[in-house]
């Protein structure tokens, strides 16, 4: 008897912290059919009825979801589910693909949106991790439950937004059973890259492939060494390649800069007509399986751009770095008075991402 009034206490303890939702959806394009719900460890479904369809039920916190239009794949429509009455309106292209065009209703889409325009207000400020820390905490002492949470710090840690001892104590206040799993795993594998590859932190001594062979990273190394890891089909990089070769031009032989790229892409002979079309002269590696690569999983890197800069005995004095910072380094009279220029050139394809991630469900993968 003693254990039935103590489940009985439990489920009433539950249900007065679960909260209800209901979830109200439009259709842009044509669809007949069933459209499925997934949250938690939950699946649910429902008929749309004249490109409308309808759920409702009850979280005890705000988390992931995604809609899909298959039974067996979930990997589509992603969204934060949230308490109260939440209207959205998808698309759905090839009876297959879940798009989010918008999400109506959500108090915890509305703090994303408040958090991120903070962080770009505050781009500029001289103590932008201080004050990224301090809002986010603000946010997980709110609800440590919260699977919002988990995605922010999980995107602070991969542009290396704040410092390893800022996030291991944004880390610390997670509530680590209710977030997302794969946001957990992302947190873990950057929380343990970022303690060997903090500022101040020698850098590992890769080796890896060239066109010729293979080339370690103290083979190569100057006073000053931009480690680069980059893609040829991923524009944003492209466009900051170019702009580091032309401080490679400038610099290299007077101050001492020189390059060590590690290009994720799978193609070698479509990696090595990118080094010529470019004019690459610096060192250029390639790691073919991607984020798979044992060396690029042992350093954390998870998004492209990235990058590490290096004084002359391998300690990292900046991470993910611009051009425009590098140049302030190496010749800070001149980075005050002429921009680095943008060189374009043709060759690259426009469709390409303008970033790539090991994590981006709606984007093309490197």
């Known amino acids: 008897m003693r254990n039935y009034f103590l489940y009985l206490f439990l489920f009433l303890t539950w249900w007065g912290r679960s909260q209800n939702f209901t979830l109200d959806g439009n259709i842009s394009t044509p669809y007949e059919g069933k459209i499925y719900l997934w949250y938690g460890d939950k699946v649910d479904s429902t008929t749309v009825n004249n490109k409308e369809f309808h759920f409702q039920g009850n979280i005890a916190y705000p988390m992931k979801a995604s ?14 589910l949230d308490k109260g009455d939440l209207s959205l309106d998808i698309a759905i292209e090839n009876k297959r693909q879940v798009y989010i065009k918008s999400l109506n209703g959500s108090q915890t889409l509305n703090e994303v949106k408040n958090f991120l325009l903070f962080r770009t207000k505050s781009a500029k400020a001289a103590n932008l991790p201080e004050l990224l820390t301090a809002r986010l905490e603000q946010i997980i002492r709110k609800d440590p439950k919260s699977q919002f949470a988990g995605m922010l710090l999980s995107e602070l840690l991969t542009n290396r937004d704040i410092s390893y001892k800022q996030a291991q104590r944004l880390y610390s206040l997670l509530d680590k059973n209710t977030q997302d799993k794969e946001d957990l795993q992302r947190i873990e594998v950057l929380l343990s890259a970022m303690s060997k590859t903090q500022v101040g932190s020698t850098f590992p001594d890769i080796e890896l492939s060239t066109e010729k062979g293979t080339e370690k990273l103290s083979a190569v190394r100057k006073k000053l060494t931009l480690v680069n890891f980059t893609a040829s089909d991923c524009i944003a990089c492209v466009e900051a390649d170019r702009q580091f070769g032309n401080l490679f031009k400038e610099y290299h032989r007077s101050h001492g800069f020189t390059i ?13 007509d990118h080094l010529h079309r470019e004019g690459i002269r610096w060192t250029s590696t390639i790691a073919p399986r991607k984020f798979k690569e044992e060396t690029i999983q042992s350093l954390g890197i998870i998004d492209i751009p990235a990058n590490f800069l290096l004084d002359e005995q391998g300690k990292i004095i900046a991470v993910n770095i611009s051009p425009k910072g590098v140049h302030r380094i190496l010749d800070p009279k001149a980075a005050a008075l002429v921009p680095v220029p943008k060189k374009e050139k043709k060759g690259v394809k426009k469709t390409s991402p303008t970033k790539t991630s090991i994590n981006n469900k709606n984007r093309k993968k490197k």
């Open 67 to 80: 809609l899909s239009v298959n039974r067996k794949f979930k990997e589509t429509g992603f969204f934060i």
């Open 260 to 272: 060590y790229s590690i290009y994720l892409d799978n193609d070698r002979n479509t990696w090595i």
